[in-house]
């Protein structure tokens, strides 16, 4: 058994960790987090955690670079403050979708990231919805991915039997398949493809949609693009409804005035990744929070209870 419990957090979703403390029944554990003028990070652990079993919520969101060197440092500070187990719970995971080499002389950025996480000091991750599963096996320590789907699950429950789910593209297959035999729906897939270069992409739908409330499922929303025109031929196949359903709302560039003139009645998304002022630019997006999830994964962790439990 590791010693007492302390979660810390840094600047990028202070909201979260706050409201993981809240289920967990404790207080965050002060932390400075500063910029030096030239931008520098400036880290310092405003309590005494040897031998503690600490918890560090930071999703390496937008910015991105900063958020995640704001991480490696606090996780450093703590290894050399003696904290007796270090975990970094990284709710939204930057540079996962350059998981492999997709052209020549490219790099493999969620292998890079896995590796400053070790070396900066983390025991353990613990993060949701990893955009590639196999990421996991980047890291030489234990890491739990966890799923939202449950917490997506339940909001979606009264839509049961009048919906299907749908897969934006071929590789999102899986999940949505996992969502439809949960929710008892019918599946369908979007098929994207380009005859031509420099020619519009054509998008097709397999399977029946005809009639029903077709949710889009997805991992994460960045700009938009493929959601909204995922919507759009959803309508043309005949649904009466469309709805979006993503973990992660990055919801960069154009996303959010995409999503405001989209054809969808709801995106649902969960608080990962924290939206600020872009909750209140569109009023189709519902939050859902993962903060239970993550609180009672810490609690497994600490406790040395089963964390697989909480997989679906």
């Not at 979703?13 to 932390?31: E, F, R, S, V």
């Not at 002389?105 to 353990?124: M, N, Q, Y």
């Not at 590639?132 to 339940?154: H, M």
């Not at 154009?254 to 009023?283: H, M, Y």
Request: aromatic share 4%.
């Amino acid at each position: 058994m590791h010693g007492d419990l302390k979660i810390l957090t840094g600047t990028s979703n202070p909201a979260l960790a706050k409201a993981i403390c809240d289920h967990l029944g404790c207080q965050l554990t002060p932390a400075l987090c500063e910029t030096f003028s030239d931008g520098e990070i400036r880290i310092e652990i405003g309590d005494n955690v040897r031998g503690d079993d600490v918890f560090v919520v930071q999703a390496t969101c937008s910015p991105v670079n900063y958020n995640l060197m704001q991480l490696c440092l606090m996780l450093d500070a703590l290894k050399r403050a003696s904290a007796g187990r270090v975990t970094a719970v990284v709710p939204y995971y930057g540079y996962a979708r350059q998981d492999r080499k997709v052209s020549p002389r490219a790099p493999i950025s969620a292998k890079l990231v896995a590796d400053f996480l070790t070396t900066a000091g983390t025991d353990r991750v613990v993060t949701v919805d990893l955009h590639a599963g196999q990421i996991q096996g980047f890291f030489n320590v234990p890491v739990d991915n966890l799923y939202a789907q449950p917490v997506i699950l339940e909001y979606l429950r009264p839509y049961a039997g009048d919906i299907v789910i749908v897969s934006p593209d071929a590789g999102g297959v899986e999940r949505a398949r996992s969502f439809a035999k949960k929710l008892n729906a019918g599946l369908a897939i979007i098929d994207k493809r380009r005859d031509r270069p420099n020619q519009a992409s054509a998008m097709h739908v397999i399977g029946d949609v005809r009639d029903k409330i077709a949710i889009v499922v997805d991992d994460m929303i960045d700009t938009a693009g493929t959601m909204c025109a995922a919507g759009e031929v959803l309508l043309k196949n005949g649904a009466k409804e469309v709805m979006a359903c993503a973990t992660h709302p990055v919801l960069s560039g154009p996303a959010i005035e995409r999503l405001c003139n989209s054809t969808f009645s709801q995106v649902i998304v969960t608080d990962t990744v924290p939206l600020g002022d872009k909750l209140a630019a569109c009023g189709k997006l519902k939050v859902l929070s993962v903060a239970g999830l993550l609180a009672k994964a810490i609690h497994n962790i600490h406790t040395e209870s089963s964390v697989s439990v909480l997989f679906v």
